[in-house]
């Protein structure tokens, strides 16, 4: 975004938020912003820049002094970022949170804490999944999750629509404090540009099956590339020898290499790429949406494995081309055909391009989140006020 922090603020009411941020995400910085403002990243300081919000990451926790400073980098890092953003709780209106596990530590403090005023915001993933294969694991899902939601967060961001109707049922968590705050995505950075069309791309790792690909993809010719991992940080990328990224344990292909990318050097493998495919698991969470996104977002056509979670912007033949998770034939036809009509790619990839912008901007999610702020804040004004005439 490029409003800066003062103006974004005022559209944002005067809720002040603090943002948690655990290791491997990146808190705002001058280098950050440098680096967005030149186009070598995508923006990915939505919540804190727009609404001028203050961040506390490990960094943070590195520099607190003393006994408490001690203390707190002993615990797991999630587990001392709720602790701290408890401790600094009456500095804020709102606090939001990235992540079930920073989520639901904070979510613990703030129940057991009586007449508390702020209010959390927890933005998750992927909060029902699988149940976990131990005893603990499986209570943790099923029962003390369920009860943290609902005590200790007042209002959920969740992207995927499965997801959500399962922390309404499975949770019995109230469907009016579910924020509708899609997935975001950068329709700047990642936008159309022309490419030679001669390769076809794979890009992630999250529940990706590689091996049915790489089963698909055999004797077709078709020249493509799977970038398993992607680094934010822009370094030289990983090696594309095929050797060196032996891929769901099997032999690639001729044509077919594999390797990561950093950011940059993804945006230029979806421009280069006719199509892209993103062949996943069977799963009710929506892995594989950043990337089909991002392929979308740069009116690139997809090919993609219709799962149970993977609903919420895919219109098979619309906007992408679905097909059966793990069915090799199915997915080799798909490739075949797609390959040999660039028109049919050009009009998918357009229609995906028009449906990203218009259901996934960086916007609808500020708006979401910025919506869910200012009721949370409203809500304690009229307690206070109410409180105050009950004492007359």
């Known amino acids: 975004m490029a409003s800066g922090a003062s103006e974004a603020s005022a559209r944002s009411g005067d809720a002040r938020m603090l943002v948690l941020f655990t290791a491997g995400q990146q808190p705002p910085n001058e280098e950050l912003r440098r680096l967005i403002e030149q186009d070598v990243l995508p923006d990915t300081m939505i919540a804190q820049d727009a609404f001028g919000a203050a961040s506390l990451d490990d960094r943070d926790l590195a520099s607190i002094p003393g006994v408490r400073g001690r203390a707190l980098r002993r615990l797991p890092i999630q587990v001392a970022l709720a602790l701290e953003a408890w401790r600094r709780r009456h500095e804020f209106d709102v606090v939001l949170s990235w992540t079930e596990r920073v989520g639901f530590s904070l979510a613990a403090l703030l129940a057991l804490t009586p007449r508390r005023r702020v209010g959390h915001i927890a933005v998750f993933t992927w909060p029902v999944g699988a149940s976990g294969s131990s005893w603990l694991r499986r209570g943790a899902k099923n029962v003390a ?31 009016e404090a579910i924020l509708p705050a899609k997935t975001p995505v950068d329709t700047c950075f990642w936008s159309p540009r022309e490419g030679a069309g001669d390769m076809i791309c794979s890009v992630g790792r999250e529940m ?29 990328s990983g090696t594309d020898d095929p050797r060196a990224s032996n891929v769901a344990g099997r032999e690639l292909p001729a044509g077919v290499t594999a390797g990561r990318k950093s950011i940059t050097e993804l ?33 690139r056509a997809v090919i993609t494995s219709a799962t149970e979670g993977n609903t919420e912007i895919l219109e098979d033949g619309v906007n992408c081309v679905l097909v059966p998770p793990r069915d090799v034939d199915a997915l080799r036809a798909a490739i075949e055909r797609l390959w040999s009509d660039p028109q049919r790619c050009a009009r998918l990839g357009a229609e995906a391009r028009a449906r990203v912008v218009a259901e996934h901007s960086q916007e609808q999610w500020l708006t979401a989140i910025r919506a869910g702020a200012e009721e949370l804040v409203s809500a304690r004004r009229l307690a206070d006020h109410d409180g105050r005439l009950a004492k007359v």
């Open 208 to 236: 990706r099956d590689y091996e049915t690909l790489i089963e698909a993809l055999r004797d077709l010719g078709i020249p493509c590339h799977i970038a398993s991992g992607a680094s934010f940080r822009n370094p030289v």
């Open 145 to 175: 999750f369920p009860a943290l939601a609902r005590f200790g967060i007042d209002r959920l961001a969740v992207p995927s629509s499965r997801q959500r109707e399962l922390v309404v049922e499975r949770w019995g968590f109230p469907a």
């Open 267 to 299: 945006r230029e493998l979806y421009a280069r790429a006719r199509f892209v495919v993103i062949p996943l698991m069977p799963t009710n969470t929506d892995n594989g949406a950043t990337s089909t996104l991002e392929a979308m977002a740069m009116g």
